[in-house]
Nanobody, 123 residues
Framework: QAQLVESGGGWVQAGGSLRLSCAVSGPTFSNYFMAWFRQAPGKYREFVAAINRSGGSTYYSRSVKGRFTISRDNAKNTVYLQMNSLKPEETADYYC????????????????WGQGTQVTVSS
């Protein structure tokens, strides 16, 4: 069973950048399709970005495409989310998730989740 631990959240001014990391322990990291989701208070958990097992294919929500970049280092068992040009409405808890199989933007399809890291973007 995989265990996921996010880090890198914090406070940033609008227009700023943050880099989130998700360290994965347990069975072979390279077997997992990885994703980032976020959840603001009172809102549903929202898909942000995903990356396939090799790192060769990435997927983004329309709202973050061009500003966020997901990547992974299979040697370090870590997935990253570089977030640029952050907006106040992107204030949320950001979660890392892992699943077997292929691409999905549905939170219910993911098998393992981290505890989340909080991102606050001030205006």
């Amino acid at each position: 069973q995989a265990q996921l631990v996010e880090s890198g959240g914090g406070w940033v001014q609008a227009g700023g950048s943050l880099r989130l990391s998700c360290a994965v322990s347990g069975p072979t990291f390279s077997n997992y399709f990885m994703a980032w989701f976020r959840q603001a208070p009172g809102k549903y958990r929202e898909f942000v970005a995903a990356i396939n097992r090799s790192g060769g294919s990435t997927y983004y929500s329309r709202s973050v495409k061009g500003r966020f970049t997901i990547s992974r280092d299979n040697a370090k068992n870590t997935v990253y989310l570089q977030m640029n040009s952050l907006k106040p409405e992107e204030t949320a808890d950001y979660y890392c998730a892992a699943k077997a199989g292929g691409v999905s933007d549905g939170a219910g399809r993911y098998d393992y989740w981290g505890q989340g890291t909080q991102v606050t973007v001030s205006s």
